[in-house]
């Protein structure tokens, strides 16, 4: 399987006809055309931070949550009943827990589920809901390197027919938001972190990825609280050397937002149009 690290933006993106959610229904009809239909999901989500040790949600049916406020009805009633997988959160548990001592996994049975950082995105590219989900938190204390740690012991699954999908956004400051009459319009500093980001992946040096802070006041804009860069280290840290990047959805949501995905993979053709 490929490996995906996609930029949510706005939950709306999950129901209104635009090119991101578009791109996200091509995504996983393609994936499934050039890989097969996915035996799992693993998804990082920007929205689920734990506070000293990782989670994974273990529950059968796991719910979807509406972590948010202020928008219409119509998003609020979105369900994707998409199965877990209790006996593969066990085993992945035990599994990653084996080389981390210092870095307990615990599985999460009954509290969390699939929050929107992980429906909003998966509900458009696998609509059937019928691929278990499992969702793995963030612990927000732990430093970049940690995370990046993380995603390389996930980097097996891949072989194993799972689709590991994080879930965030290389520029987000909902401070900084402004109606912009183009997606290409932004900030200096966005754009500035941006092309630092895309320029390290483009490089293969994922590794400069986890020194993201080095940066300053420029990283300090882009992510004022860096829960949705994490993601991007999971990811990052799960793919193969030597695996090219493909770039998608490369503008900007009111114009502190970097919608840019990647895509990790063997086949060329699967993000194009």
């Known amino acids: 399987m490929p490996v995906l690290f996609l930029g949510h933006g706005s939950p709306m993106n999950a129901i209104e006809d635009n090119a991101y959610r578009r791109s996200w229904q091509r ?12 035996q ?12 000293s040790d990782w989670a994974i949600t273990g529950m059968d049916r796991p719910r979807t949550i509406h972590d948010f406020g202020g928008f219409p009805e119509e998003l609020f009633a979105q369900q994707y009943p998409a199965p877990g997988a ?33 429906w909003s995105v998966i509900q458009p590219m696998f609509p059937r809901a019928d691929i278990p989900v499992v969702q793995l938190s963030l612990v927000y204390e732990r430093s970049p390197a940690s995370h990046f740690a993380l995603g390389q012991q996930l980097r097996g699954l891949r072989e194993q027919g799972v689709l590991i999908v994080g879930s965030g956004n290389i520029v987000h400051n909902l401070r ?3 109606h912009t009459s183009s997606p290409q319009q932004t900030y200096d500093w966005a754009q500035a972190f941006d092309a630092h980001v895309t320029g390290l992946i483009q490089q293969g040096d994922l590794q400069g990825l986890t020194r993201f802070q080095e940066l300053g006041q420029v990283a300090r804009l882009a992510h004022p609280t860096f829960d949705h860069y994490l993601p991007l280290l999971h990811a990052a840290g799960a793919v193969h050397a030597g695996e090219s990047p493909q770039f998608f959805n490369d503008d900007y949501q009111m114009a502190a937002i970097s919608m840019r995905s990647v895509m990790w993979g063997d086949s060329a053709s699967v993000v194009s149009e």
Do not use: M, Y
């Open 27 to 38: 995504l996983g009809e393609r994936i499934e055309r050039s890989f097969g239909k996915p």
């Open 40 to 51: 799992l999901i693993l998804c990082i989500s920007a929205h689920w931070l734990t506070r």
């Open 86 to 118: 209790p006996a593969v959160a066990d085993e992945l548990a035990q599994r990653l827990n084996r080389p981390v001592q210092d870095q307990p996994v615990i599985v999460d049975a009954t509290e969390w589920g699939l929050d929107h950082g992980t």
């Open 176 to 178: 900084a938001l402004q």
